[in-house]
């Protein structure tokens, strides 16, 4: 399974950009990354994903770079509900199942 | 609404008695996935299940079972084996293909 690395904190002023970035220098050719966030004592929630090319939705933006080996979810005008523990996974498969290996992720506070 | 419930939210029971959790999906996924959270730590994987009558250990499935006999549910059973039980138990499912996973709000198991 490819390994990601994430710092285990981070701060962001509310209304500007959050950037997180993560490694993933070990990620094969066919996994993907999936990006998740935990808000305290609630199941993680879906946010993204992408394997090669830059992805963006109605929550956020993913950057990867060109070699693969890391990546950045942007989440552009970041709000007090955005404080959260973000999960950056590089999907594993397992026989056609989708195994999700969760890191420590990076805990996100937005200060007002 | 479609969705993941997992129940109780909080669970307390005595040290050595069997405990299930409860877990069940209407979004027709074939899927499904427990995962345990400790305090500051990330998610661990226990069982998994791809199909109705299949599940596959995960990383730290001692001590625990699963059964899997309706698409909807897959209970999670916390044995006495299991040597600390206390925990945040996560329940999510997802369709084969893809691993944008639904998580469920978790049980919090206390054992005393």
């Known amino acids: 399974d490819a390994k990601t690395t994430q710092p285990p904190s981070m701060d962001c002023a509310e209304g500007r950009a959050a950037n997180l970035p993560c490694n993933h220098s070990?990620?094969?050719?066919?996994?993907?990354v999936y990006w998740y966030r935990q808000i305290h004592s609630q199941g993680p929630q879906y946010i993204i994903h992408?394997?090669?090319n830059n992805e963006t939705n109605e929550m956020a933006s993913l950057i990867i770079t060109e070699d693969r080996k890391s990546s950045t979810l942007i989440l552009p005008h970041a709000t007090l509900r955005d404080t959260a523990v973000y999960y950056c996974?590089?999907?594993?498969?397992?026989?056609?199942?989708?195994?999700?290996?969760f890191g420590q992720g990076t805990r996100l506070t937005i200060n007002p | 609404d479609g969705g993941i419930t997992q129940s109780p939210k909080y669970l307390f029971r005595k040290e050595g008695q069997n405990v299930t959790l409860s877990c069940e999906q209407n979004?027709?996924?074939?899927?499904m996935y427990w995962y345990r959270q400790d305090p500051g730590q990330g998610l661990r994987l226990i069982y998994y299940?791809?199909?109705?009558?299949?599940?596959q250990k995960g990383d730290i499935a001692e001590g625990y079972s699963v059964s899997r006999e309706k698409k909807e549910s897959f209970p999670l059973t916390v044995t006495s084996a299991q040597k600390n039980p206390t925990a945040f138990y996560l329940c999510?499912?997802?369709?084969?293909?893809?691993?944008?996973?639904?998580f469920g709000q978790g049980t919090r198991l206390t054992v005393v």
């Open positions: 999510a499912s997802s369709i084969v293909a893809e691993t944008e996973a639904f």
């Open positions: 070990t990620i094969s050719g066919n996994e993907y």
């Open positions: 992408g394997l090669k």
């Open positions: 996974i590089v999907r594993s498969r397992i026989q056609g199942a989708q195994k999700l290996v």
């Open positions: 979004l027709n996924h074939d899927a």
């Open positions: 299940s791809q199909i109705v009558n299949d599940f």
